[in-house]
């Protein structure tokens, strides 16, 4: 897991083998989660215009977090439970 307070285009991250549920927070101060096993692409598609149809209404800031998952399934799952809690919980999933 890692959470990152620096602005997107100063984060990286390396490629991932896993997959991962990740946390975006957006220009309007909403939050965004998804999946992904390449999360620089991933994200940088969301900066560009070509990610999720939110984040083309909705650019991105910056990459919140990320928590790493050993398959699709099982991300899969986890973004279901973060999209289910509170924002002010969100980020706290992530460190669990």
Known sequence: MTISTQPA?????????????????????????????????????HVAGRGARYTRANPPLRLLGFRSFPDRSSASRAEWQIKQLPREKKLQFLES
């Open 9 to 45: 285009a100063a984060h990286t991250t390396k490629p991932l083998k896993s997959w991962c549920v990740y946390l975006i927070e957006c220009r309007n101060g909403s939050y965004y989660a998804g999946i992904t096993n390449r999360l620089d692409a991933r994200y940088a598609a």
